[in-house]
């Protein structure tokens, strides 16, 4: 990588990072909702990320996967298969939340607020 090459990416880099996104606002809902450790929570997982990320990038594993394709084919497999756990753990999750509120709304109960009661699976 030359060096008039690395100053654009740092650069470009910077300017990603410095500019408000979706996980400055992320972080920020965060905080609002979990207080101030929800938030520092947030934002040092995405500091944390970053720092993975520019390591990978630096380490040049990027080239190492370009150049085996089958190592890259095996890594979008592993992901849409990490992405299938998650979402199997979230519909169950979700299935559970909601045959709580429909015992909850078939009993009649009159602590559920207003907008659950539209949130069942009827």
Not at 73 to 100: D, E
Request: hydrophobic content about 55%; aromatic content about 10%; glycine content about 10%.
């Amino acid at each position: 990588m030359t060096l008039s090459l690395w100053f654009l990416y740092v650069i470009t880099f910077g300017a990603a990072i410095a500019l408000p996104g979706a996980n400055a606002a992320y972080a920020i809902a965060q905080g609002m909702t979990n207080g101030v450790r929800g938030g520092l929570m947030a934002a040092s997982g995405f500091a944390l990320a970053t720092a993975l990320n520019q390591g990978i990038v630096l380490a040049g594993l990027g080239l190492l996967l370009s150049s085996h394709m089958d190592i890259l084919i095996y890594l979008k497999w592993a992901g849409v298969a990490y992405m299938l756990v998650l979402a199997t753990r979230h519909g169950v999750r979700n299935l559970q939340l909601s045959s709580r509120l429909n015992r909850l709304v078939v009993q009649g109960s009159s602590l559920l607020p207003f907008w659950c009661r539209y949130l069942t699976l009827r």
